[in-house]
């Protein structure tokens, strides 16, 4: 599937699935179509293997470190909704007593609300469908029907993937997925660094560039980290935790 690819909540999971690569690219369709579908300044994939959380796939620059900071200290709306199975909706951040410090950042970054949908609830690999708008209160005009029908989409296609994978092969998918996320970083930097932008201006100047050229924005980050250092960017360690 490409990364144009529109949304349309009456394609059948599997054939949604078969038009795709990889886990990652129907995780990223999903993210994709999420922020089409609401018009939020990011929206991201969380999924947590072995009790490690990952950002997987997002769109928009807002859900990498919003997902991060939780990380951190291993708790947030992300990590609550996917252990919990439950929805998580922060109205406002500066309002918010939850969570230690992370509404005070989040609010820093231009984010007054959240939402996140539980993914393969309480399975082995849990995930949450994180959205992140700037205002506050911006999710009770959003309907939210289609967004959990994508995160109910994306608990089937996890589970499918798991059932016609082995354990490596999935493993080996989310590494994947996070080398990709490392090198689209690296590029973010670069062009922050030439153009004195923003992260969501270099993140919008990257998507732009990979939609003229009809590449994935992956290969484009690949690409232009190549060109200037002489050799492919490197990738952070993804091996098992000691």
């Known amino acids: 599937m490409s990364a144009d690819h529109t949304y349309d909540s009456s394609t059948p ?11 990652e690219d129907f995780l990223q369709t999903l993210a ?11 929206t991201g994939v ?33 990590l609550r909704a996917l252990r919990t199975g439950e929805e998580i909706v922060i109205d406002d951040m500066l309002r918010e007593d939850r969570w230690g ?27 949450a469908l994180n959205l992140y708008a700037g205002p506050p209160h911006a999710f ?19 589970a499918l993937a ?7 092969e999935f493993a080996d998918q989310m590494r994947t997925a996070m080398q990709s996320r490392s090198v689209i970083d690296q590029a973010l930097g670069v062009v922050m660094g030439r153009r004195r932008c923003t992260a969501e201006e ?3 100047i990257l ?26 960017p490197t990738a952070p360690d993804m091996g098992p935790r000691p």
């Not at 999971?13 to 886990?23: A, F, G, H, M, V």
């Not at 994709?32 to 990011?42: I, M, N, T, W, Y």
């Not at 509404?103 to 849990?126: E, F, N």
């Not at 009770?140 to 296609?157: C, E, F, N, P, V």
């Open 162 to 168: 798991q059932r016609l994978s082995d354990t490596r």
């Open 207 to 232: 998507r732009t560039a990979s939609q003229h050229r009809n590449l994935k924005l992956r290969d484009l980050c690949t690409e232009l980290i190549t060109d200037l250092t002489g050799r492919p």
């Open 101 to 127: 410090d992370y509404p005070v950042y989040a609010a820093a970054c231009g984010i007054r609300s959240s939402l996140s949908l539980p993914i393969a609830a309480r399975t082995r690999t849990a995930g």
């Open 140 to 158: 009770r005009d959003i309907g939210l029907d289609a967004l959990r029908s994508l995160a109910a989409q994306a608990t089937g296609g996890i």
């Open 13 to 23: 999971i599997t054939q949604w699935l078969l038009e795709t690569e990889s886990l």
């Open 202 to 204: 270099a993140f919008g």
């Open 46 to 78: 969380t999924l947590e293997r072995d009790g490690r959380p990952l950002t997987v796939v997002s769109a928009g620059p807002p859900a990498p470190k919003l997902d991060e900071k939780q990380y951190g200290q291993d708790d947030g709306p992300c």
């Open 32 to 42: 994709d179509a999420a922020l089409e579908l609401s018009h939020v300044e990011g």
